[in-house]
């Protein structure tokens, strides 16, 4: 079963973003927009992860981490708060408070991606999958190692995060504006054409001779790993 993780979030925006993103990473997303919404989501469910908001409506993010680690069912659950507060003071505060870790706003997707994966790998690892493996093809979490039919396939970090992004859901079209968000982040400028460069320093670095290529352009909608690679390969 994949990660659990509650985001606790009253910008609907912000919200929508970070469903996106983290159902196209594989895990089961649940939402709240107040404290008291969050407290009655974890006690129908414990989730295995939450994302919340510092500046929340009735109950703030601060006073909603005390209380969890103050209850023995949820004090062990992994808690990264969100805020705009960035001065050390406020960090200090949201970590001694209970907080695993601490982003703040306006935060890059890959990072959080990445720090989700680091706390959960800690809790539990058998929550976070270390390889992604299609066809003949297989991407290692753990070591940032890609292979292909038992040869080392040498990558940029860029078309490393390409690769993982593409690979998480075989047969999902994704557009050089999505892809810009989950892989470069939504905080940094980048030409979309950008992609279109990475995409063919991808393609060259895991296709040699004629072997059959994973990512499939689709015309007029972006780009996507061919969902029958797996068949072929």
């Known amino acids: 079963m994949p990660a659990t993780i509650l985001v ?3 910008e609907g925006d912000i919200a929508i973003l970070l469903r996106y993103n983290l159902e196209a990473e594989g895990f089961r997303v649940v939402t709240a927009e107040t404290g008291d919404e969050a407290q009655s989501q974890i006690h129908e469910k414990l989730p295995d992860l939450i994302l919340l908001d510092w500046m929340l409506p009735e109950i703030s993010g601060i006073e909603l981490c005390r209380r969890l ?3 023995e069912e949820t004090s062990r659950i992994p808690i990264i708060m969100l ?3 960035g001065e050390e003071e406020e960090r200090v505060r949201g970590l001694s408070t209970g907080a695993d870790d601490y982003i703040v706003k306006p935060f890059s997707v890959p990072e959080l991606i990445a720090r ?3 706390l959960l790998r800690r ?8 390889a992604l493996r299609v066809g003949d093809l297989e991407l290692d979490r753990t070591t940032h190692r890609v292979r292909r039919a038992n ?3 040498h990558l940029g970090p860029t078309e490393y995060r390409l690769l993982e992004y593409l690979m998480r859901h075989p047969g999902r079209v994704y557009s050089r504006e999505q892809l810009l968000d989950g892989v470069w982040g939504n905080d940094v400028y980048v030409d979309e054409r950008t992609v279109d460069v990475h995409i063919g320093r ?3 670095a895991i296709n040699r001779g004629r072997e059959s290529d994973p990512i499939r352009t689709v015309r007029g909608a972006g780009y996507a790993f061919d969902e029958r690679f797996a068949q072929v390969a």
């Open 116 to 118: 989700i994966h680091a």
């Open 69 to 71: 680690r103050a209850r």
């Open 202 to 204: 991808l393609r060259r």
């Open 151 to 153: 040869r080392d396939v």
């Open 83 to 85: 805020t705009a507060r």
């Open 8 to 10: 606790v979030e009253d």
């Open 123 to 130: 809790a539990n690892p058998n929550l976070v999958t270390a």
